[in-house]
């Protein structure tokens, strides 16, 4: 079958995008073109020998990506806030700016996304009807009135992705469909200090302990982005566009969170809420734990998508006749190795 679209991949040695190359590599009608700054790194070179077309480019400068996207039927498009916000410059940088680190990331990652959105929009024509395909999150500031106005890793996208678009490019626009990402399960690995504590209780026995700043009973989205990010953009591709999206295998609360791992490892869990400077001191770095600390609040409410209810997910997709199965929790448990955690 001839190779009739090209998907070109921002992000495409990382979780999200390398999901993504691997379920539109299946399908030969794509020819799947992907983006990095460093075509010689291992991950790069695997991709290469599975028949992507790697190109080098950098979110920063516009003139590499415009002409990466040249002639592209589809865009997947992704940034990341951790890697300004975890760079060994970006400290200085940001002091020498007058900014918090924090601020400082969300400076870069909102630059980048709109570099993306500009590039796109030389090569809007080109585009299928659905395609430029954002991944994104909810508008902490906006959903919550005010009320949170230092939730960066959400705004930097939410402002582009898709407030400037919309605004800027309505052409492009119409070609777009916005996908909100769900917790990573994987995410336990990042966050050692909230995540999963092993502790003793009063009778020497050991329990484990997640502690967020979450209600209790609020449930949140979860999803295996290695597995299913791809099938779900795959499958998004496939509806009409301008439609928002939520991906995730499960939504359920933290309390279900840590019971189902208790019983999938046979052990005592549970969870507990704690308060924002309580998140904060567990964390090494304080600026991190006020970040991630104000995404677990802002899961209460509003809610960790903002309490959008017209998102769609994939049981609409679903009901649309579009094939999208995703991972649940329980399924994502039972594949893990969870010796590190164990002890
Ligand atoms: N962890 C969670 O639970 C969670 C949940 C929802 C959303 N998110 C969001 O997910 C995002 C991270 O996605 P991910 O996990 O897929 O990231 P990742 O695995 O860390 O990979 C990052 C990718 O971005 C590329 N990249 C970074 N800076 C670049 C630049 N200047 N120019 C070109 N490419 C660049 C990297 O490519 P090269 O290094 O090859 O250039 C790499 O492919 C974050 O913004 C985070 O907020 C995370």
Known sequence: MARTKIICIIGITGNQGNSVAQRFLQDPVYHVRGLTRNPSSPTAQRLSSQGVEIIPADLN???TLIPAFHGATHIFSVTNYWEPFFHPDSRQKATDSGLSCRRYAYEVELQQGKNI???AAHTVDSLDQNGFIVSTLSHARHCSRGGFRELYHFDAKAEVFPGYVEQKYPVLAGKMSCVQTGYFMLSYRLIPGAYLCKKLTGEGKPTFETAFTTAPDIPVPHLDVNADLGTFVYAVS?????KRYM???STCSWVDYMRVWGEVNSVSAHY???TLPELMNRTPDR???????DMFSYSTDPGYDGGD????MAQD???AGIECPMTGLEEWMRKEDWSGVLG
Do not use: S, W, Y
């Open 61 to 63: 400068d516009i003139n």
């Open 117 to 119: 959105a500009d590039a």
């Open 238 to 242: 496939k509806m009409k566009p301008g």
């Open 247 to 249: 991906a995730c295998g």
């Open 272 to 274: 507990r809420q704690i």
């Open 287 to 293: 600026e991190f734990g006020r970040e991630v600390g």
């Open 309 to 312: 209810e017209g998102l769609l």
């Open 317 to 319: 997709i679903r009901d």
